[in-house]
C-alpha cells in the first residue's frame, strides 16, 4: 500500500488569517501549555506522539507563515488534514475563510502526483477562535459563521485557546478521525478491481475446462 494511506504519520495543516492563534493551537495541542506571544514569520513543524481509538500514532502540524501561492501549494499536498482558524473578534479573518478553502480544493484537485495517492476531498475543519472574547470583542455572529460552514461543507468547532487545551484535542482528534476514515475509504477503492479480476480469471479456467471436457 502507498505510504500516503498509512495512518502512522498523519499530516495536519494549519491555515488562517495573522494573528488568528495557529501557532497557539499548535503548542496548545503538543505541550497544553498556552503562550500568547510568537514569532509569525516562522514556519514551523510540530511533531506529537498520540493514541487514537488505541493506535499509537505520531502527528505532523505544519504551522505556515506565508500565503504565497508555491507555499500554500506545497503544503495543501503535503497535509492529510486541513484546520483553518479565524478569530471571532476579527472581521477579515473570517472573509479570508473562502478563499484558503478554495485554495485547498483547487491544488488537491489539480494534481500530477502520481507517487502517492490520495483523496481529493481532504478532511478540512474550521475553527472559530478566541471565544474567550465573545462577550467584549466578538464580531462575527455565530449565525453567520454557521451559515458560511454550510455552504463549505465544513464542520465548525468554537473554542477558545488560551482558556483550555480540551476544545483543542476535541478539534484535532475529530479531524484525525476523518482522515483515518478518509485513508480507509480510498485504501478500498485501490483494492477493489483485484477480487473482480479474479472472479473473472476463474470463470475463464473454468470455461476452458468445460471446452477441454467437451
Not at 488560551?162 to 485501490?190: F, H, T
Request: aromatic fraction near 10%; charge should be positive.
Amino acid at each position: 500500500m502507498c505510504q500516503r494511506l498509512k495512518f502512522t504519520r498523519p499530516k495536519i495543516l494549519l491555515l488562517g488569517g495573522e494573528g488568528v492563534g495557529k501557532t497557539a493551537f499548535a503548542v496548545r495541542y503538543v505541550t497544553k501549555r498556552f503562550i500568547g506571544e510568537y514569532d509569525a514569520s516562522k514556519e514551523t513543524l510540530y511533531s506529537h506522539r498520540s493514541i487514537i481509538d488505541k493506535e499509537d500514532i505520531t502527528i505532523d502540524i505544519m504551522d505556515i507563515s506565508s500565503d504565497e501561492e508555491v507555499v500554500l501549494e506545497n503544503h495543501v499536498r503535503w497535509a492529510d488534514g486541513v484546520i483553518i482558524l479565524y478569530s471571532i473578534t476579527d472581521r477579515g479573518s473570517f472573509t479570508k475563510l473562502d478563499f484558503y478553502h478554495a485554495v485547498v480544493q483547487y491544488y488537491r484537485r489539480h494534481h500530477d502526483d502520481n507517487e502517492h495517492a490520495y483523496s481529493d476531498n481532504i478532511p478540512m475543519l474550521i475553527v472559530a477562535n478566541k471565544m474567550d472574547l465573545c462577550y467584549t470583542g466578538k464580531t462575527i455572529s455565530t449565525e453567520e459563521s454557521d451559515q458560511l460552514c454550510r455552504r463549505l461543507n465544513c464542520r465548525k468547532f468554537e473554542i477558545s485557546v488560551a482558556d483550555s487545551p480540551d476544545g483543542v484535542s476535541e478539534v484535532v482528534d475529530y479531524l484525525l478521525r476523518n482522515i483515518k476514515r478518509d485513508m480507509q475509504k480510498v485504501a478500498s477503492s485501490r483494492r477493489l478491481p483485484f477480487p473482480n479480476v479474479k472472479r473473472v480469471f476463474k470463470r475463464k479456467v473454468y470455461r476452458s475446462k468445460s471446452d477441454t471436457l467437451q
